[in-house]
Structure formats: structure tokens, C-alpha cells
């Protein structure tokens, strides 16, 4: 079977942040599927098809860009950011494993991005300089518990937290809801990143403290990063701070 399918990650924002290897994907691609806002951040080509969705429509987006590579075409299908994270990657493979098993033969490559979380980190410091984990607070994909479930397991083990899709309007209690969580195990003063549109011109990157954190406003297009114990914020005068979180664990560190 000669048609290839590439799931490319167009990073955070412009087009600075998108990797030699993911322009020339989107270039050689034929036919290009994904997100309609995703699809407008990749160039124009003469010739090349774009098959925009919507963005609830990951499974039916992945089998469609799969059939159309099935039939011989060169297709690639993009994601925000890196497409393994909370992205088109995984609805590629799950795909793959229950589809017509003519997609195992495919030629499938995955074509890493910068993250979020590491755009917004990098904005900031080195929030993410010790142990770490990224959770996604949508439970349209899992149920509300088991997010309460990770944040306490997580908080409590003194992982540095990237919460993903924080907000949005059908999820308008949940972001209290988890910072309220958070602080059962940190304590108030606890750094808190808030990083919205990174990579894009409308960016803003501004910090806070757990005691502050829900009355900081988030939406769909915000990351927090939520520290440790031993996070910390270095006053710059007439700079803005910087968050890092040191190399080292202290001895009892959660
Ligand atoms: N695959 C993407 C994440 C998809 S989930 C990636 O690797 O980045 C969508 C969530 O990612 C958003 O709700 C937001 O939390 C985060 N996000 C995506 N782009 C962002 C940006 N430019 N700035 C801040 N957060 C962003």
C-alpha cells in the first residue's frame, strides 16, 4: 500500500514554533485534515486539499484522513502543540486498532511538536526543572472523580502539575473545582503559571499563588502550571519573576 499518513504537530502558536521536519510533512502532504483553526495556521499550497472539522470530531477525523491515505494519497493530519498529548495521536492509533485492517499496512509517522506545557514553562523559567506530570481537566473523556483522583495523587506525591484545558464554556466550575482540591495538599503560597495564547500575538504569561488562583481568569486557550513545595518565584526589579522549581527534591518533599 503506498499512501502514507503523517500526524504533525504544529506547536503552540506561529510559525517559529513549527519544526523543519513538520513543514516539510505539511508541505509534502496532498490533502491535510484537522481542526479548522489548526488548518488556517498551515500555509496555503496550490494543490493541496483541506479537509477541515470540528473539534469533538477526533475519531471520525482520524478514519476519514486514514481512508483517504488508504487510497494512495500522501495525508497528513495536524494537532495543536505536540500531537501525543491529549491530541490526534492516539485517535490515529485507536483507529488503526478497530478499523479495516488494511490501515495496519499503512505508512503512519508521528511528528512531535512543542507542548504547551513546555512553551509556557519556557516563558517563565523552569517550572518544570524536577519531576512533573500534565493532566487534562475536560471530563468529557473521563469522569470528574477520577480527575479529583490524579490531582490528589499527584499534589500529594510533590509532582509539579500542567493542567490542560483548565476552562471552557461547557466546563465553566471545574478549574475552581481542581484548585480547590490542590489546596488540601499545598500550601497557599504555592506558585501558580498561567500562560494564554503562547507562541501567538494575543500571548500572556502572568503568575500567581494557590490562594489566588481561581479569581485569575482561564479559558480554552490557557495552561497552568501548578508547583511544588519547593517552587519558587525570584523577584527581577522591572522584569517580570522567575518560576523555577530546583534540580533537587528536598528531603521530604511532598
Ligand atoms: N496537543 C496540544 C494540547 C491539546 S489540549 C499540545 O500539545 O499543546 C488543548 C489545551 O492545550 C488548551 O486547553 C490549553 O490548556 C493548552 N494549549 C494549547 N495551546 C496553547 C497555547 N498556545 N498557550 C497556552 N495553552 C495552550
Given at each position: 500500500?503506498?499512501?502514507?499518513?503523517?500526524?504533525?504537530g504544529?506547536?503552540?502558536?506561529?510559525?517559529?514554533?513549527?519544526?523543519?521536519?513538520?513543514?516539510?510533512?505539511?508541505?509534502?502532504?496532498?490533502?491535510?485534515?484537522?481542526?479548522?483553526p489548526?488548518?488556517?495556521?498551515?500555509?496555503a499550497?496550490?494543490g493541496?486539499?483541506r479537509?477541515?472539522?470540528?473539534?469533538?470530531?477526533?475519531?471520525?477525523?482520524?478514519?476519514a484522513?486514514?481512508?483517504?491515505?488508504?487510497?494512495?494519497?500522501?495525508?497528513?493530519?495536524?494537532?495543536?502543540?505536540?500531537?501525543?498529548?491529549f491530541a490526534?495521536?492516539?485517535?490515529?492509533?485507536?483507529?488503526?486498532?478497530?478499523?479495516?485492517?488494511?490501515?495496519?499496512?499503512?505508512?503512519?509517522?508521528?511528528?512531535?511538536?512543542?507542548?504547551?506545557?513546555?512553551?509556557?514553562?519556557a516563558?517563565i523559567?523552569?517550572?518544570?526543572?524536577?519531576?512533573?506530570?500534565?493532566?487534562?481537566?475536560?471530563?468529557?473523556?473521563?469522569?470528574?472523580d477520577?480527575?479529583e483522583?490524579?490531582?490528589?495523587?499527584?499534589?500529594?506525591?510533590?509532582?509539579?502539575?500542567?493542567?490542560?484545558n483548565?476552562?471552557?464554556?461547557?466546563r465553566?466550575?471545574?478549574?475552581?473545582?481542581?484548585?480547590?482540591?490542590?489546596r488540601?495538599?499545598?500550601?497557599?503560597?504555592?506558585?501558580?503559571v498561567?500562560?494564554?495564547?503562547?507562541?501567538?500575538?494575543?500571548?500572556?504569561?502572568s503568575?500567581?499563588?494557590?490562594?489566588?488562583?481561581?479569581?485569575?481568569?482561564?479559558?480554552?486557550?490557557?495552561?497552568v502550571?501548578?508547583?511544588?513545595?519547593?517552587?519558587?518565584?525570584?523577584?527581577?526589579p522591572?522584569?517580570?519573576?522567575?518560576?523555577?522549581?530546583?534540580?533537587?527534591?528536598?528531603?521530604?518533599?511532598?
Open positions: 500500500m503506498s499512501g502514507r499518513l503523517a500526524v504533525v504544529l506547536g503552540p502558536g506561529d510559525l517559529r514554533y513549527v519544526t523543519p521536519e513538520a513543514e516539510a510533512a505539511l508541505h509534502n502532504a496532498e490533502a491535510l485534515y484537522g481542526y479548522g489548526y488548518l488556517d495556521r498551515v500555509p499550497r496550490a493541496q486539499s479537509h477541515p472539522s470540528d473539534n469533538r470530531e477526533e475519531g471520525a477525523r482520524a478514519a484522513a486514514l481512508r483517504h491515505a488508504a487510497q494512495g494519497a500522501n495525508v497528513a493530519v495536524v494537532s495543536g502543540g505536540d500531537p501525543g498529548v490526534m495521536a492516539a485517535a490515529v492509533c485507536e483507529q488503526i486498532e478497530k478499523g479495516s485492517g488494511s490501515w495496519r499496512a499503512l505508512d503512519v509517522v508521528f511528528i512531535p511538536g512543542i507542548t504547551a506545557m513546555l512553551a509556557v514553562a516563558k523559567g523552569a517550572p518544570l526543572g524536577h519531576d512533573f506530570c500534565a493532566l487534562s481537566l475536560s471530563d468529557n473523556l473521563k469522569p470528574w477520577l480527575v483522583r490524579r490531582l490528589d495523587a499527584a499534589a500529594a506525591a510533590g509532582f509539579v502539575i500542567a493542567l490542560y483548565p476552562v471552557s464554556r461547557a465553566p466550575w471545574q478549574f475552581g473545582n481542581a484548585v480547590d482540591r490542590l488540601r495538599h499545598l500550601p497557599e503560597t504555592t506558585p501558580v498561567f500562560g494564554r495564547a503562547v507562541g501567538r500575538p494575543d500571548e500572556r504569561v503568575v500567581t499563588t494557590l490562594a489566588a488562583a481561581d479569581a485569575t481568569p482561564a479559558d480554552m486557550a490557557t495552561l502550571i501548578v508547583g511544588t513545595r519547593e517552587t519558587r518565584a525570584i523577584a527581577r522591572g522584569r517580570s519573576p522567575l518560576v523555577y522549581t530546583p534540580r533537587a527534591a528536598a528531603e521530604v518533599s511532598a
